[in-house]
């Protein structure tokens, strides 16, 4: 599908059909009566077809309920109904869609929108689901100032989660440490990055021992991915550093988990992918500032040479952990890598991650977990979060916590003695993080894929969350 604009002129292709926002209690005089014999009241979701006006009505819901979302999902459902109605194109208007933000705001959120919505992953299907009928997608709007440019980076911006859901979508036994390492290094070298792959004789060489230790299970070996963005001399200091939960498969290891959707866990590398794609999009951005993004990849398996509960690990920081749970696995490499981008003397360092079973359960889908050291930074996340229909709500790292997982007989234990679950897992990611004032953690467990359920913005699989949220953060540091 084509995404085209078109200025100034109102009306579309001759014969073509125009999509036209509508609020709720605002609809146009000339559509009143129509609308009002058909009961289409403009709810978000709700759209009309008007075969007599060759127009087809999108619900915005309240004007003053009005989020950059709404205008994500109006594009989601023209293209939706457009495949209902078989169209070959259809035309959007723009202006209609706007409510106190830029034009060329809502152009980017069409495009998202679409992009998002029309997503499809049937590489390994045999019958492939048929071709959309809908060629072209044409954007009309009153003005043209700045839209073409809102509009490439929206299709950059989407391109970078589609490549997050291929990776994130592959089955484990095709995606596995050494075959996304290399899909990392095939990316970089297409999208102008730097890539480092460190292999197991380096990762033990440096001590990395959350990494080896949850590794040493699988017939993989670990990898640890390091990306970086080409900017000039003067932008080169002081990077803001990206770190992606990596775990390839995770099926608990010893603390085995239970067979029924188990299937699930190949999505727990989600994270890694989330930073990979959104390095991708950093560069086709063009953004001038210093992003590093790196991602520790092992497999979680059980086995005679899987790690044990009870065993105890020293993280590449030189802290102690005792392994009281293997499934508590991503927290170990996090360790890693967080400890790592030390090296980088991070103005921020922020770490997203499929890390807890008990953020999906207070969340849902509808929020990401936040915690940070930095409420500066964490103000940028929230804002950032907002803007992409990414949500993000803070949890808090007392000092109290520390003591649910203080050890007995090393630092710090890997699981929580009671409760708080997404809290204490933050609370032991920061003692390798405590190199840097600036750290925030994302839990991604609720958000990171969909179970099926009614998601216009994206198919069953991998949501590609995180990537917008990061190249939105990168954004605020401009
Ligand atoms: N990858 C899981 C977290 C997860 C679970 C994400 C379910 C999405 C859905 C993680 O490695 C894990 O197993 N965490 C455990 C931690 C526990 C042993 C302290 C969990 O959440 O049950
Ligand atoms: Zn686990
Ligand atoms: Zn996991």
């Known amino acids: 599908m084509k995404i085209k604009l078109q200025t100034g002129r109102r009306g579309g292709k001759s014969g073509s059909v125009l999509a036209v926002g509508t609020f709720e209690g605002e609809v146009r005089a000339t559509f009143q009566a129509l609308a009002k014999t058909r009961n289409f009241s403009a709810h978000s979701g709700e759209s009309l077809f008007l075969p007599e006006k060759n127009t087809l009505l999108i619900g915005l819901g309240k004007s003053d309920k009005f989020r950059l979302q709404h205008v994500r999902l109006a594009a989601a459902q023209v293209l939706s109904q457009a495949k209902l109605l078989r169209l070959k194109n259809v035309a959007i208007d723009l202006d209609s869609l706007r409510h106190r933000v830029d034009l060329t705001e809502v152009a980017a959120a069409v495009v998202e929108g679409a992009r998002l919505s029309t997503y499809r992953f049937d590489k390994y299907k045999s019958k492939k689901n048929p071709k959309p009928v809908l060629e072209e997608l044409i954007l009309l709007a009153s003005q043209s100032s700045g839209l073409q440019k809102a509009i490439s980076e929206a299709e950059i911006i989407s391109e970078a989660v589609y490549f997050t859901r291929d990776v994130a979508n592959e089955p484990p036994n095709v995606m596995t440490t050494v075959n996304l390492a290399k899909a990392a290094q095939k990316m970089a070298r297409e999208n102008n990055l730097t890539c480092r792959v460190l292999g197991l004789a380096e990762i033990k060489k440096l001590g990395m021992g959350g990494v080896l230790g949850v590794s040493q299970g699988s017939i993989y070996p670990p990898q640890f991915v390091i990306l970086e963005n080409k900017v000039t001399k003067r932008t080169a200091s002081e990077p803001i550093v990206l770190v992606g939960k990596g775990v390839t498969f995770d099926t608990g290891g010893i603390s085995i988990k239970p067979s029924s959707d188990m299937d699930k866990m190949k999505f727990d590398m989600c994270g890694a992918a989330a930073v990979m794609g959104a390095m991708k999009a950093i560069a086709n951005l063009k953004l001038p500032v210093k992003v590093i993004g790196i991602t520790p990849l092992v497999e979680n398996m059980p086995g005679s040479k899987a790690q044990r509960p009870g065993d105890i690990i020293r993280c590449l920081n030189g802290k102690t952990v005792e392994v009281l749970n293997t499934d508590a696995e991503g927290r170990l490499i996090l360790a890693d890598a967080l400890a790592y981008a030390k090296r980088f003397k991070p103005r921020a360092l922020v770490d997203v991650a499929t890390l807890t079973g008990a953020c999906a359960a ?54 929580s003695k009671k409760y708080a679950g997404t809290i204490t897992a933050g609370m032991f990611l920061k003692e390798f993080a405590d190199h840097t004032l600036s750290w925030a953690h994302l839990d991604i467990a609720g958000t990171a894929w969909n179970d099926g359920g009614a998601k216009p913005l994206s198919p069953i699989g991998a949501t590609g969350v995180g990537v917008r949220l990061f190249i939105n953060l990168v954004k605020s540091y401009l």
């Open 362 to 415: 207070t969340f849902h889908d509808l929020s990401n977990g936040l915690m940070s050291t930095d409420p500066d930074l964490a103000a940028r996340i929230k804002a950032a979060g907002e803007a992409s229909g990414e949500r993000c709500w803070e949890l808090p790292l007392w000092d109290e916590y520390f003591e649910l997982i203080r050890a007995t007989y090393a630092d710090i234990q890997n699981i």
